[in-house]
């Protein structure tokens, strides 16, 4: 399965991502902020996003994850949090483009004024150091979802790892796990099941009086890989009214793809590299069927995307960077995804789970 995407389909796809709001829901690029890091105005040689490539792709909003491994000491994940969230702010500052945003109105005004909208997010509650005061601390700071886990089983649940699964240690959701879930829904801040154990995933589904997201999944039936949700999981998010972001990661998305270590890809992360992991190359029409296998199995008003760029071993053949997007909009359209359902997937189902969530919480 192939893709030549025709000229006029990718002339419509611009124009649609000229007309809507395009929003990725989770890219890695914090770790490439700051003195003598990426120079995000200019179009980088490696990496995924910078600001001529988000332009040239029509992206208006970002959600920018705070990622670190887990903390070697105490303290640690609570000073990285802090400081990444630093230098996000630094980088709004410094780039006349980006607008901060924590709300689906300062996403749609940032966009109306020509600018980038930019999002926060946490990546992997362990980095709280089981402080849920911290959760008010991030949430202040203009965060707008928190990743219960990551690669390792923590404290709040068990995890559905990142190349391999650990073996389960609490059988889902802990009794922190649930005070947390709880206290996010009363901050208003969104749950991400990203990551989490299929185990936890019911748990969260059962705990949580909001919504709930996964922010950068892809789908088990056209990859059986830990990290992708079930059709059912698909579904029972849908039915909750939330939402699952598609993510771009060619071992998550091709089962053809070389199988990866946990230590392979820790060394390969820790290297900066933003080179594939392998020679193999995954076909766009891999990312492609993901898409339209989650549009079939829940309908594109529960379907979005969380490329998860900067933060991935390989990317598909034809995706390798931001600027990429109206490709995948072009091969939707070619086949037959209306551009009203497209404008959903583009961005407004993750604004409407945003939206519901934030209306359910405290606002101070």
């Not at 705070?66 to 994940?77: D, I, S, T």
């Not at 980038?116 to 990546?123: G, P, R, S, Y």
């Not at 898409?291 to 969380?306: F, K, N, Q, R």
Request: glycine letters at 8%.
């Amino acid at each position: 399965m192939s893709y030549e995407i025709d000229e006029s389909s990718l002339e419509r796809a611009r124009a649609l991502h000229a007309s809507s709001v395009v929003l990725d829901s989770h890219v890695d690029t914090t770790q490439y902020l700051g003195p003598g890091k990426r120079d995000l105005t200019v179009r980088n040689e490696t990496g995924h996003v910078d600001i001529p490539r988000l332009v040239e792709g029509g992206v208006s909003a970002v959600v920018f994850a705070v990622y670190g491994a887990r903390p070697a000491r105490p303290g640690a994940g609570i000073a990285l949090v802090r400081e990444q969230l630093r230098l996000i702010d630094a980088m709004i500052e410094t780039h006349d483009v980006f607008e901060a945003a924590r709300t689906a109105d300062e996403v749609r005004s940032a966009r109306a004024r020509g600018r980038i909208a930019i999002l926060k997010a946490i990546e992997g509650g362990y980095l709280l150091e089981d402080d849920l005061d911290m959760l008010r601390e991030v949430r202040d700071a203009g965060a707008i979802y928190v990743t219960l886990t990551h690669a390792f089983n923590t404290s709040w649940g068990d995890s559905a790892g990142v190349y391999e699964t650990p073996p389960p240690e609490h059988g889902g959701l802990t009794s922190l796990g649930r005070e947390a879930v709880a206290a996010m829904n009363e901050l208003g801040l969104m749950v991400d099941v990203s990551h989490v154990s299929d185990a936890t995933f019911r748990d969260v589904l059962e705990a949580s009086e909001a919504p709930v997201l996964a922010t950068h999944s892809s789908c088990r039936a056209v990859n059986e890989h830990p990290r992708n949700l079930t059709d059912d999981m698909m579904r029972a998010l849908a039915k909750q009214d939330g939402v699952v972001q598609l993510n771009f990661s060619a071992p998550f998305l091709d089962p053809e793809f070389p199988h990866i270590t946990p230590a392979e890809y820790q060394a390969h992360w820790e290297s900066g590299s933003n080179e594939p992991i392998t020679d193999y190359r995954s076909p766009f029409a891999r990312l492609v069927e993901h898409y339209l296998h989650a549009i079939a199995c829940v309908g594109a008003g529960a379907v979005g995307t969380g490329s998860d760029f900067d933060g991935v071993a390989a990317l598909p053949a034809g995706m390798g960077d931001c600027s990429r997007l109206p490709w995948l909009t072009a091969a939707l359209l070619e086949r037959d995804i209306a551009e009203e359902d497209l404008r959903w997937i583009l961005g407004e189902n993750f604004l409407r789970v945003m939206t519901a969530v934030q209306a359910q919480g405290s606002p101070a």
